[in-house]
């Protein structure tokens, strides 16, 4: 099983601040990674798939980098909405499809 | 729009059998998509239980493997989600979701919870 592991948080940062979350995965999943984005009481939604490819109606500030093991996502302007929990996921050696542990996103 | 809607009893106790279903509107199971069931705990995260495809192949956890079953019907366009023996360990918000295959799930429930308890 491959062992997902996202820097530790929570990240405290101020609107319009630029944000940088780390992914890293135990061996190398190419670019099948995905970012999602989790708000209290809400499913985790889709951000990024193909480590940089952009769902279906994400604002371009959210951008996403990396392959094989070392992975990015990255928040441009972070804005009032963003603040959140973060997800990867890999979804190249499965089963099982195997997600980190997540890095929280919080106002300073 | 793809809406997906999980149901099924809040409260199952130890030992006995877990069921959930999906509904899905907006978009037919039976249309390509991969579907499939997750859940999270604070203390394991995100966990993918498994995923199907409606032409029938079936991929599930290894370590859940043993106690789950999914199965679909595709006349209701609904499928579900069956694990048996539950303990307290499966406490957690189950979630169905879907995507183009057993990997980025671009399509999610709102989420149920379930307590497993005597």
């Known amino acids: 099983e491959i062992v997902m592991t996202q820097s530790p948080g929570p990240l405290s940062v101020s609107p319009g601040e630029r944000v940088t979350l780390s992914c890293k995965a135990s061996?190398?999943?190419?670019?099948?990674l995905a970012w999602y984005q989790q708000k209290p009481g809400q499913a985790p939604r889709l951000l990024i798939y193909?480590?940089?490819i952009r769902a279906t109606g994400i604002p371009t500030r959210f951008s996403g980098s990396g392959s094989g093991t070392e992975f990015a996502l990255t928040i441009s302007s972070l804005q009032s909405e963003d603040f959140a929990i973060y997800y990867c996921?890999?979804?190249?050696?499965?089963?099982?499809?195997?997600f980190g542990g997540g890095t929280k996103v919080e106002i300073k | 729009q793809v809406q997906l809607q999980e149901s099924g009893p809040g409260l199952v106790k130890p030992s006995e059998t877990l069921s959930l279903n999906c509904t899905v509107s907006g978009y037919s199971i039976s249309s390509g998509y991969y579907w499939g069931w997750l859940r999270q705990t604070p203390e394991m995260g995100l966990e993918w239980i498994g995923s199907f495809h409606h032409s029938g192949r079936m991929y599930y956890h290894p370590s859940l493997k043993s106690r789950v079953t999914m199965a679909f019907d595709t006349s209701k366009n609904q499928f579900s989600l069956i694990l048996t023996s539950v303990s307290a360990a499966d406490t957690a918000v189950y979630y169905c979701a879907g995507g183009d295959y057993v990997g980025p799930f671009d399509q999610w429930g709102q989420g149920t919870r379930v307590t497993v308890s005597s």
């Open positions: 193909g480590a940089s």
């Open positions: 996921q890999q979804y190249n050696k499965w089963p099982p499809v195997t």
């Open positions: 061996q190398s999943v190419s670019g099948n």
